[in-house]
């Protein structure tokens, strides 16, 4: 068990070396992802009540429309009531783990199962998405249409993280009084990186914990164990379902 608010370099270590193995046995992605959600929100605990010190873990991927499940082509359209291009990037939850029922299935996600990032404009309008992006160290168009002669050197760069210390009040963290308040998050961090095919990945946590800017940036190594862990998926098997009909 791992405390947030006081999280270690030999806890960062074990950490890793653990979330590198989870791909063991896995046959797509989003099986992975699920055992990294899991993992984090069951092994990070708040010593002093002895429960879970994450309220929510999600794990996203950006991902092209015309290449998701059926199911989430529709959602992703519905989403913005209008035609959306196939080639537009999702930002496709493929994983979750949390305190409540509906935050333990993709599936049950009201509305974070596909979010099309159909302009830079409509992304500076989600202010926890754009500053995840920009705390990353990326601009926006990377992440919308990468450029294929820059995709090797954002694969092997390093991310930074995005962090809110204090998530009450945060004008990046949305839903104050239905999600922040109620659920007592107090930090909320997001970590991850850039694959061989100029997807994203992105797990962010909610913690009921405070976590430190010193304890964020461990997290940075943890982000290059998850890649190493979804690596062996990114041209393959992402979702457990394949699409039945490619746009």
């Not at 333990?104 to 309008?125: D, K, N």
């Not at 954002?154 to 659920?183: G, I, M, R, Y």
């Not at 100029?198 to 914990?209: D, E, P, R, W």
């Amino acid at each position: 068990m791992y405390n947030p608010a006081k999280f270690t370099l030999t806890d960062m270590i074990n950490c890793g070396a653990t979330l590198r193995k989870l791909s063991a046995g896995a046959d797509s992605m989003e099986k992975v992802a699920d055992q990294v959600v899991s993992f984090f929100y069951r092994q990070f605990v708040d010593p002093h009540t002895s429960v879970n010190a994450l309220a929510l873990v999600r794990f996203f991927k950006t991902h092209p429309l015309g290449q998701l499940p059926t199911d989430l082509q529709a959602y992703a359209q519905t989403m913005l009531k209008q035609e959306v291009p196939a080639a537009t990037k999702c930002l496709t939850l493929l994983a979750t783990q949390g305190d409540r029922p509906e935050w333990q299935s993709r599936q049950a996600s009201i509305g974070h199962q596909a979010i099309p990032l159909i302009s830079e404009q409509l992304v500076a309008q989600s202010p926890m998405i754009s500053q995840l992006i920009s705390q990353f160290g990326l601009p926006i168009h990377a992440v919308l249409d990468p450029d294929p002669s820059l995709i090797v050197d954002l694969e092997q760069k390093t991310f930074n993280v995005f962090h809110v210390l204090d998530a009450v009040d945060s004008p990046h963290v949305p839903a104050q009084q239905e999600f922040v308040v109620p659920l007592a998050v107090r930090s909320v961090l997001g970590f991850g990186g850039m694959l061989p095919s100029g997807n994203l990945i992105a797990i962010i946590v909610f913690s009921k914990v405070p976590i430190s800017r010193e304890t964020a940036d461990m997290f940075k190594t943890l982000a290059l164990n998850v890649k190493l862990a979804v690596l062996p998926f990114d041209q393959g098997a992402v979702f457990d379902e394949q699409p039945l009909v490619s746009r």
